[in-house]
Every structure is written in structure tokens, then in C-alpha cells.
């Protein structure tokens, strides 16, 4: 009777600790650091060329007549041949009648003639109500990895497709969106870093001035401070290979801002830090230029991120259907109730003394949103997510597709690739997972406008009522 072969040891049993040590090789210092610095940031400046055209800039593809009918402006190819033959002064693209390439700019003048000259019932342009703010929008979560970036990227792309014009302002101190918007950041002063420093030293400049009425020694403003009054936010602002996308971009170096923004609040403590941001965009300019301001965040409630949530009108929170990304979301929540929570305490004890209104965070709404899905194995925990997160969650789980993950491989978005280095229901598969998460997302940004606009003109009523009462009598 043939021996039954032995069960093999899992591999970690009978471990020489001898031949271990001899794997391990030298003790690693500081110095080694630096050395797997430079070798990962080669690498890394490699790997982001490979979305780069030869001269070492990032350029956005053009559109067949395919997309630009299918996906971005609501007419038949036929149709839109007609027009093109019928107004030579319209951008005519690229190739044959039947195969005609147009550069995203084409398209966007071309939506234009529509809006002016097509059917009403039809929508050429998106939803934008005149005489209202941009929307500003953050995607946070402090856990990593549950597709912030990628999240916020394609966001941005799809409403540039859509129309609206994009400002995308990177917080994160990896920069990862500044590498997909292709941008060029030396230092930290061309981040927001020196946006944040000038709020503080406006408001150390207003508290001198109570200081000297009052013969108050003041607080200086060291070089930092005073080269930061110089900096406005078209300063920082840089464009991008998208023609209606522009760029606020970081680097390692904006870090230091974590470190920074404590040490300035100590030094005064009326100083609203967690304002900074929403006043460097309000007095920039960026709220009447661009319709949405999209905030990319670093994976940590930090003060860069605490400067966005109090700057946006929505929030969108990623998170992947796990146990371990649902708690860590649950716990971001919580955290976010005891900060402003606490904010508001605090602020609003002074200003019932001083008999001030008080002040209260809100945001138009809030949503968290399922990342990297798959409906094999993750359906029964994403149901429960669901459920316990109820009306705070999308409805649409954003499916994890081959046609995203190659994209990542060569730092792009999906709205970036080349349809024909797919197959063409692979391609339609994949970009309608970012689809269907912008169509939520529109919604939530067309009615929170509408919102305003409704409460705007109500307020408006009012004020004619209470004028003409008041001439009446």
C-alpha cells in the first residue's frame, strides 16, 4: 500500500534565523531614505510621462463624431453634419466627413451654437442659474485608499464634458491630483499655502489696528507673512490640458501648513483658521469664475481638510464596502460632529456676549459614495451600508472596471482614453461607471441651486413687500 504523501508545513515553520539575518543586509539610516526618495520620485516623474505628449506637457484628446453625439451634445451624427456643412465658420474637425475628431475647445463652441440655435426642449448647456455663487465641493474621508482622488478627478472631468467650467484645488501634500491634472508645483508657494497665510495676516493687520488705538504692543508679521500679502489666488492659479479645467496644485512642501496653521492661531486666537480657505476663494474671485471649486483632500481630518469642509456646499465621502472602511467612515462622521460642534461652541459663547448672531456650519447636502465595487462578493455589506447610512448615501455603487484600472496605470482619467484601445462595449461599460456617480452628483448640484434660487427670489418678494408697506405709510 503506497505511503500517503505528507501535508507540507506552512511556510513559515522551520525558519533558519541564521540565513534570515544574512537577508536583511545592511543597518538602514536616515541617508537611505533619501536614496528610496530619489530612486521612487524618478520613477514617479517615469510613470506620469506616460499620459504626456513628447514635449513633456499633458494633452487631452479629441472626440470622435461617435462621442461627441452619444455623450456630450444631444443631436445625431446627421444632423450635426448638416450644421457643420451649413455654418463653415463652426469648428469643422479633424479627418473625413464620416470621421471627424474634435478638440474638447470644438466641442464647447459647437454646444454653443446649439444652446443658441437648436431645439429649446433639449439641454446643450447644463444647469446654471445667473447671479448665483459657484458650488464648492470636497471629497474627503480620512481613510486612504477608498478613491478620494480618483473620485474627485473624474468629478471634474465629467462636469468640464458637461459644460461647466472646473476649478480643482489640490490639499493633499502627495499631490496625485496635481499629477493627473498634469501640474507643475515648485513649492509650496504655488499651492494654497500662501492663501492661508495671507487670511492670517489680514487678520493680524486689522487686530495691530485695534492694538494701536488701544497702545498695544502689535503682532509682527515675519517675512513669511508680508511676501504672503503680495499673493492673490490668480497667483496660484495654473491651467490645465483641459481647456475648461484649471488648477490649484500641491506638493510635499504644503504639509508644513499642518504644522503652521496651529502655531498662527496660537499667536491669535480670534483667528477663524478653519475660514481661511473660503475667504482665499471668495476674495480670489474663483466663486463668480468658475461653477463648481472641486477640493481634493489628504487622508487625514487635519486642518487642510477642516479649511475645506468648512469652505464646501457638499461633501462627498468615498468609501470602499468593507467593514473596515464603513467603520473608519462612521468614525470620519464623528469626528467631523465634535470638530464643528466644537467650533461653533466656542465661537458662538463670544458672540452672545458681545450680543452677536450666532454661527452655525451647513452644508447643502451630504453623500457618501460606494467606490471600487463589486457586486460578487461585496452586495450583502453594501446593503447594509446602506442602510445604516440611509439617506446620506448615492444610490449608485461605482463599479471597479479594467477600463479604470488601466487608466491609473498611466496616470488618466477614463474620460482621457482613447476609445479604441478598447473594445467598444468594454469602453461604454467602463466610462458609464463615472456617468451614472456625476448624474447623482449633478442632481445634488442643480437642486442645490435651485435651492438658492428659490430662497433668493423669495427673499427678494419679501423685500418689495416690506418696501412697499413702507411707502404706504
Known amino acids: 500500500m503506497a505511503k500517503k504523501p505528507e501535508t507540507p508545513l506552512p511556510p513559515y515553520f522551520n525558519l533558519d534565523p541564521e540565513a534570515a539575518a544574512a537577508k536583511l543586509g545592511e543597518l538602514v539610516d536616515t541617508a537611505r531614505f533619501a536614496k528610496a526618495a530619489a530612486f521612487a520620485g524618478r520613477g514617479r516623474d517615469d510613470l506620469?510621462?506616460?499620459?504626456?505628449?513628447?514635449?513633456?506637457?499633458?494633452?487631452?484628446?479629441?472626440?470622435s463624431t461617435w462621442?461627441?453625439?452619444?455623450?456630450?451634445?444631444?443631436?445625431?451624427?446627421?444632423?450635426?453634419?448638416?450644421?457643420?456643412?451649413?455654418?463653415?465658420?463652426?469648428?469643422?474637425g479633424e479627418g473625413a466627413s464620416g470621421s471627424r475628431w474634435f478638440t474638447l475647445e470644438d466641442v464647447l463652441k459647437l454646444r454653443d451654437h446649439f444652446a443658441e440655435e437648436g431645439i429649446s426642449t433639449k439641454e446643450y448647456r447644463p444647469y446654471r442659474p445667473e447671479g448665483l455663487p459657484a458650488k464648492?465641493?470636497?471629497?474627503?474621508?480620512?481613510?486612504?485608499?477608498?478613491g478620494k482622488t480618483s473620485t474627485a478627478a473624474h468629478l471634474a472631468m465629467s462636469a468640464a464634458l458637461d459644460g461647466y467650467k472646473v476649478l480643482v484645488v489640490d490639499l493633499?501634500?502627495?499631490?496625485?491630483?496635481?499629477?493627473?491634472?498634469?501640474?507643475?508645483?515648485?513649492?509650496?508657494?504655488?499651492?494654497v499655502f500662501p492663501l492661508?497665510?495671507?487670511?492670517?495676516?489680514?487678520?493680524?493687520?486689522?487686530?495691530?489696528?485695534?492694538?494701536?488705538?488701544?497702545?498695544?504692543?502689535?503682532?509682527?508679521?515675519?517675512?513669511?507673512?508680508?511676501?504672503?500679502?503680495?499673493?492673490?489666488?490668480?497667483?496660484?492659479?495654473?491651467?490645465?490640458?483641459?481647456?475648461?479645467?484649471?488648477?490649484?496644485?500641491?506638493?510635499l512642501n504644503l504639509y508644513w501648513a499642518e504644522f503652521q496653521?496651529?502655531?498662527?492661531?496660537?499667536?491669535?486666537r480670534n483667528w477663524a483658521l478653519w475660514d481661511a480657505l473660503t475667504n482665499a476663494l471668495d476674495q480670489g474671485g474663483a466663486l463668480d469664475d468658475y461653477d463648481i471649486v472641486l477640493l481634493d483632500t489628504p487622508p487625514a481630518l487635519g486642518y487642510l481638510t477642516i479649511n475645506a469642509l468648512a469652505a464646501a456646499d457638499i461633501l462627498m465621502v468615498p468609501l470602499g464596502a468593507s467593514f473596515l472602511e464603513f467603520d473608519s467612515t462612521g468614525r470620519f462622521f464623528d469626528m467631523l460632529y465634535s470638530t464643528f460642534a466644537s467650533i461653533e461652541d466656542g465661537e458662538n459663547a463670544g458672540r452672545r456676549r458681545a450680543g452677536l448672531p450666532?454661527?452655525?456650519?451647513?452644508?447643502?447636502?451630504?453623500?457618501?459614495?460606494?467606490?471600487?465595487?463589486?457586486?460578487?462578493?461585496?452586495?450583502?455589506?453594501?446593503?447594509?451600508?446602506?442602510?445604516?447610512?440611509?439617506?446620506?448615501?448615492?444610490?449608485?455603487?461605482?463599479?471597479?472596471?479594467?477600463?479604470?484600472?488601466?487608466?491609473?496605470?498611466?496616470?488618466?482619467?477614463?474620460?482621457?482614453?482613447?476609445y479604441r484601445n478598447f473594445n467598444r462595449d468594454t469602453y461604454v461599460r467602463g466610462r458609464e461607471v463615472f456617468d451614472r456617480t456625476y448624474a447623482e452628483f449633478k442632481e445634488l448640484l442643480i437642486g442645490s441651486w435651485w435651492r438658492d434660487q428659490q430662497m433668493q427670489q423669495a427673499e427678494a418678494q419679501t423685500e418689495e413687500s416690506e418696501d412697499g408697506q413702507t411707502q404706504t405709510a
Request: proline letters at 5%; charged letters at 25%; aromatic letters at 8%.
Open 48 to 63: 506620469a510621462k506616460r499620459g504626456y505628449a513628447p514635449d513633456g506637457r499633458k494633452r487631452l484628446r479629441s472626440f
Open 67 to 92: 462621442e461627441v453625439c452619444r455623450y456630450l451634445i444631444p443631436v445625431a451624427p446627421a444632423h450635426l453634419r448638416r450644421v457643420l456643412n451649413k455654418h463653415p465658420d463652426l469648428p469643422q
Open 136 to 146: 464648492v465641493v470636497a471629497v474627503a474621508n480620512f481613510k486612504g485608499g477608498v
Open 172 to 191: 493633499d501634500s502627495q499631490g496625485s491630483m496635481t499629477s493627473i491634472m498634469g501640474g507643475q508645483v515648485a513649492d509650496e508657494w504655488q499651492t
Open 196 to 251: 492661508l497665510a495671507r487670511d492670517y495676516a489680514e487678520a493680524v493687520e486689522s487686530e495691530n489696528k485695534v492694538r494701536a488705538a488701544s497702545g498695544s504692543d502689535p503682532i509682527p508679521l515675519d517675512e513669511t507673512l508680508t511676501e504672503a500679502r503680495e499673493v492673490s489666488l490668480r497667483n496660484v492659479v495654473q491651467k490645465t490640458h483641459w481647456p475648461n479645467i484649471d488648477l490649484i496644485g500641491a506638493q
Open 261 to 268: 496653521i496651529p502655531v498662527w492661531r496660537m499667536g491669535l
Open 358 to 418: 450666532e454661527m452655525k456650519f451647513e452644508w447643502d447636502v451630504v453623500r457618501a459614495l460606494i467606490t471600487r465595487f463589486d457586486a460578487s462578493q461585496q452586495t450583502d455589506l453594501a446593503n447594509v451600508i446602506q442602510a445604516y447610512f440611509g439617506d446620506m448615501m448615492n444610490a449608485y455603487r461605482q463599479d471597479y472596471t479594467a477600463m479604470v484600472g488601466q487608466a491609473g496605470e498611466s496616470v488618466s482619467g477614463i474620460y482621457e482614453a482613447d
